[in-house]
């Protein structure tokens, strides 16, 4: 799953593209200042800890998704998944589709082509995020970040969800 997100009013919120609309979403009360309104969803029940607001194009700053990559026993892996959650589990599934990361790393067969394995955080080189430009913004360059191991939890607890 991949999250993309948008600069709105120098606040980076994560975007969905709706109907050719760009929904942002935010979860802090003060933006209704910006206009941000309560999520009501399809049966009709309001969220107020979900805000959002349609914008336009025009109306963002910046627009990205964002992709990672996990260093690992100086190799790269592609995390199955990037989120808060981590922090609970204390560690990331990767994963790979070489045969030989079975014996070399402890990787597991999951599927006939794609073997995974869960390491602990601590266990990571490094975590490297891609911000992939998306709409408008497409023809910039890949913006690539390198979170050394010291920093993953905290840039894992200050991811927008």
Known sequence: MTIQYGIYKNNIY?????NGEIELTSHNPQDKVYGFKEYTDILGKEHPEILIKIVSETEISFAYKLEFKVLYKGEVFLPTAIGKFLLGNDSIPIYSNNIEDMPRYGFERID???FEKEIALNDIDALIEYKVPILKFSDRDTEVNRINKENIREYISNLIE
Do not use: H
Not at 14 to 18: A, P, Q
């Open 112 to 114: 006939k082509f794609i």
């Open 14 to 18: 994560s975007i969905d593209l709706v």
